[in-house]
């Protein structure tokens, strides 16, 4: 059984940066996707980045790009997200998700029905 455990979030000032870690268990993930999710109050759930992890191939969102970063480390079986330069629109639930395979389309990618396994989110607060 998968396990997805988000760590990281806090509260924090504009241009301000955080690093959330989601640890990983239960499975082999070498020939899984990982995706960071996001869902603020009143919104969808949306995605914002996504990491293969045989290959490290890696997707953005565009509201993310250039200031967020997805890496994995495959020893501790954890999955990063470092966010910089954060804004108070960046405020939300950050979630963890998985699916077995590794090669999608992007929309496929960016979509919540893709992935089989979530955790249970950590929150992220930016002041302004």
């Known amino acids: 059984q998968v396990q997805l455990v988000e760590s990281g979030g806090g509260l924090v000032q504009a241009g301000d940066s955080l690093r959330l870690s989601c640890a990983a268990s239960?499975?082999?993930?070498?020939?899984?996707?990982m995706g960071w999710f996001r869902q603020a109050p009143g919104k969808e759930r949306e995605f914002v980045a996504a990491?293969?992890?045989?290959?490290?191939?890696?997707y953005y969102a565009d509201s993310v790009k250039g200031r967020f970063t997805i890496s994995r480390d495959n020893a501790k079986n954890t999955v990063y997200l470092q966010m910089n330069s954060l804004k108070p629109e960046d405020t939300a639930v950050y979630y963890c998700a998985a699916r077995p395979g590794s090669s999608w389309y992007l929309s496929q990618l960016q979509s919540t029905y893709t992935y089989s396994d979530w955790g249970q989110g950590t929150q992220v607060t930016v002041s302004s």
């Open positions: 990491i293969t992890w045989s290959v490290g191939s890696t």
């Open positions: 239960g499975h082999t993930f070498s020939s899984y996707t």
